[in-house]
C-alpha cells in the first residue's frame, strides 16, 4: 500500500502509531496507566516531546472531539448497568484482561462528570458485550469467501 501510495500519488505515507515496537511499548504499559484525565494521549505526548516529530499543537491537543456531554450523560445515566456489566460478572475480570478497582474508580468518576478515559471505558464495554454474545451465538465455522473471511 506504501508503495502504491508513492507511485501512483506521490504521497509517502507514515504511520509511526502502528509501529508494532509503539505498539508493544505501549501495551507494556498498565492500562490504567495508559491515561490521564485531562490529558489527551499522555504516552503518545511524552514518547514524542521534544522530538520535534510532532507538531507542538498534535501534542498539546486536549480533545478530539465535542461529544463530551453526550457521552457524560450517558455514563451518569448508565452508570448502574455499566458497574454491573464490568462487575465481579465480568469475563473481562475473569480472564484477567482488567481489574475491579480501576475500573469502579473510573465508573465513579465518570458517573460524576469528572474527567475520565472514557477511550478505554468504551472498549471495555465493547469487549465485555462482544465475550457475553459469543456464549450465545451459534457460528462456529469460518471459511474463505472471495479473498475474505465469513461467519457462519
Same mark, same amino acid.
Given at each position: 500500500?506504501?508503495?502504491?501510495?508513492?507511485?501512483?500519488?506521490?504521497? #509517502?505515507?507514515?504511520?509511526?502509531?502502528?509501529?508494532?515496537?509503539?505498539?508493544?511499548?505501549? %501495551?507494556?504499559?498498565?492500562?490504567?496507566?495508559?491515561?490521564?484525565?485531562?490529558?489527551?494521549?499522555?504516552?503518545?505526548? #511524552?514518547?514524542?516531546?521534544?522530538?520535534? %516529530? *510532532?507538531?507542538?499543537?498534535? %501534542?498539546?491537543?486536549?480533545?478530539?472531539?465535542?461529544?463530551?456531554?453526550?457521552?457524560?450523560?450517558?455514563?451518569?445515566?448508565? $452508570?448502574?448497568?455499566?458497574?454491573?456489566? *464490568?462487575?465481579?460478572?465480568?469475563?473481562?475480570?475473569?480472564? =484477567?484482561?482488567?481489574?475491579?478497582?480501576?475500573? #469502579?474508580?473510573?465508573?465513579?468518576?465518570?458517573?460524576?462528570?469528572?474527567?475520565?478515559?472514557?477511550?478505554?471505558?468504551?472498549?471495555?464495554?465493547? $469487549?465485555?458485550?462482544?465475550?457475553?454474545?459469543? #456464549?450465545?451465538?451459534?457460528?462456529?465455522?469460518?471459511?474463505?469467501?472471495? =479473498?475474505?473471511?465469513?461467519?457462519?
Amino acid at each position: 500500500m506504501r508503495e502504491l501510495a508513492l507511485a501512483d500519488h506521490a504521497t #509517502e505515507i507514515a504511520a509511526p502509531f502502528l509501529d508494532n515496537e509503539v505498539i508493544r511499548a505501549c %501495551l507494556a504499559v498498565p492500562a490504567d496507566q495508559r491515561g490521564a484525565p485531562g490529558r489527551y494521549k499522555p504516552l503518545l505526548g #511524552e514518547a514524542f516531546a521534544r522530538t520535534g %516529530l *510532532l507538531p507542538d499543537f498534535v %501534542l498539546s491537543r486536549a480533545t478530539k472531539g465535542g461529544f463530551n456531554a453526550l457521552a457524560y450523560a450517558g455514563l451518569t445515566q448508565h $452508570a448502574a448497568v455499566l458497574s454491573q456489566l *464490568l462487575g465481579p460478572s465480568s469475563r473481562l475480570s475473569a480472564a =484477567g484482561l482488567i481489574s475491579q478497582p480501576p475500573v #469502579e474508580r473510573m465508573l465513579r468518576r465518570a458517573a460524576a462528570g469528572q474527567p475520565t478515559a472514557q477511550g478505554a471505558l468504551h472498549l471495555a464495554v465493547s $469487549a465485555e458485550i462482544w465475550l457475553r454474545q459469543m #456464549e450465545t451465538t451459534t457460528a462456529a465455522s469460518w471459511w474463505e469467501v472471495v =479473498g475474505h473471511v465469513a461467519a457462519a
